[in-house]
């Protein structure tokens, strides 16, 4: 999948803003003033248990499939492929709790209703996963790049309520399955205008709070594909403003992607940072702006010893700091078959790829 065709231009304009600079440990003083430390500065506090309602760590997989139809630009070429069951009860037997289940096409007319057919197919896969295990969750991946048809919601494209009515039919279908994490759109790109995209947000947020899914979580994605690098500095201020109607935001979580290659393209076999810069800055950011939490929906590398030992270094960060980043959901399996670039789908004969048993089993929940 060329999933990020244009990423490393983009990332060509982002500059690296991260907190080895010194935001941890800082202390901003001026000559001759008494100067003490922030509080905020030093070992990281435990923060308040925030009531979100999942298990304690989330870990899991994306099961590639229904996404494969459609491009970058929210155009579509096809109907995507049904990822095959027998992943959901190979995984959560290895302890996995979490599967991410992309789709797009649910409307086939832009603030139309939902096509019955495709919707019912998409829920046995959904429930084919639930039903692997108690504990295990499933996000509802909408796999548009908040485009449709090469048009940004919200910004010319269809309306904030067309885009809510999408929502509300399917929060609607859901809404009586607590496990169901809504997973509010994938990986926003190249939008002009955040604070018309924090709107974008609030409008679905609201429209799945009406529709009766009160209990769920709800992952609510920034800019540069739901960069996790540059949620702080982009889409982050905007997006803390929106609102749950459901009271307070310990159920909206931030969705955020980030890949180890080295244009964080996903594309590359090999992997060139561990990323824990980036998400030490990204768990501080979410510390000071009122112990808010993420999910990391999209991660992953090559079958190859560089990434084997990058993204075990790198999950086992993020476990470490699970009351910021609840976990995590590999690309991919699903669909993919096991030469695909960063497959974790599993060999025929059952067993799993390197890269999972040596950098994702060890991190699992
Ligand atoms: C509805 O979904 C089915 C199954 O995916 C598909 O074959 C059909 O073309 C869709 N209908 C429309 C109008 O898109």
Same mark, same amino acid.
Request: proline share 6%; net charge negative.
């Given at each position: 999948?060329f999933k990020f065709a244009s990423l490393t231009a983009l990332l ?185 995209? +924090?709107? !974008? ?6 429209? &799945?709070? =009406?529709? *009766? $899914? ?41 969705d955020v992607h980030k890949y180890l290659d080295s244009d964080n ?54 476990? +470490?700091? !699970? ?6 959901? &590999?690309? =991919?399996? *699903? $669909? ?30």
């Amino acid at each position: 999948m060329f999933k990020f065709a244009s990423l490393t231009a983009l990332l060509a304009a982002v500059p690296y803003v991260l907190a080895q600079s010194g935001v941890r440990g800082a202390t901003a003083c001026v000559s001759g003033t008494v100067c003490t430390p922030s509080s905020t500065s030093s070992a990281a506090p435990a923060g308040p248990t925030i009531n979100n309602g999942l298990p304690a760590f989330l870990g899991g997989l994306n099961t590639a499939g229904y996404d494969f139809s459609v491009a970058t630009d929210g155009s579509f070429t096809g109907t995507g492929v049904s990822p095959p069951v027998s992943q959901y009860t190979h995984f959560a037997a290895e302890g996995v709790n979490i599967f991410r289940i992309p789709w797009q096409l649910m409307t086939p007319t832009v603030g139309g209703p939902i096509n019955e057919t495709f919707f019912n197919t998409y829920q046995t896969t959904v429930q084919a996963a639930l039903n692997s295990g108690p504990e295990v969750h499933v996000i509802v991946d909408v796999h548009n790049y908040a485009r449709w048809n090469g048009q940004i919601i919200g910004q010319g494209g269809p309306t904030n309520d067309q885009f809510a009515n999408f929502w509300s039919q399917v929060a609607t279908k859901f809404a009586s399955q607590s496990r169901i994490i809504f997973g509010v759109m994938n990986e926003p790109h190249d939008i002009p205008d955040l604070q018309s995209w +924090a709107d !974008s947000v609030q409008a679905a947020v609201n429209a &799945i709070r =009406a529709a *009766g $899914a009160t209990s769920q979580v709800i992952l609510i994605p920034g800019s540069s594909y739901s960069s996790a690098q540059t949620l702080p500095t982009e889409a982050g201020p905007y997006l803390l403003k929106v609102t749950d109607p459901i009271g307070g935001t310990a159920k909206l979580l931030f969705d955020v992607h980030k890949y180890l290659d080295s244009d964080n393209s996903g594309t590359h076999p090999d992997c060139t940072t561990d990323n824990t810069a980036v998400f030490q800055t990204l768990v501080t950011w979410l510390q000071q702006n009122g112990n808010r939490q993420a999910l990391l929906s999209e991660t992953g590398g090559g079958n190859t010893a560089s990434c084997e030992t990058m993204l075990n270094t790198q999950l086992a960060f993020i476990k +470490a700091n !699970s009351a910021s980043i609840v976990g995590f959901s &590999i690309w =991919a399996g *699903g $669909a993919f078959d096991t030469t695909y670039v960063l497959t974790v789908t599993p060999n025929a004969d059952g067993t799993d790829q390197p890269l999972w048993i040596d950098a994702v089993k060890p991190n699992l929940p």
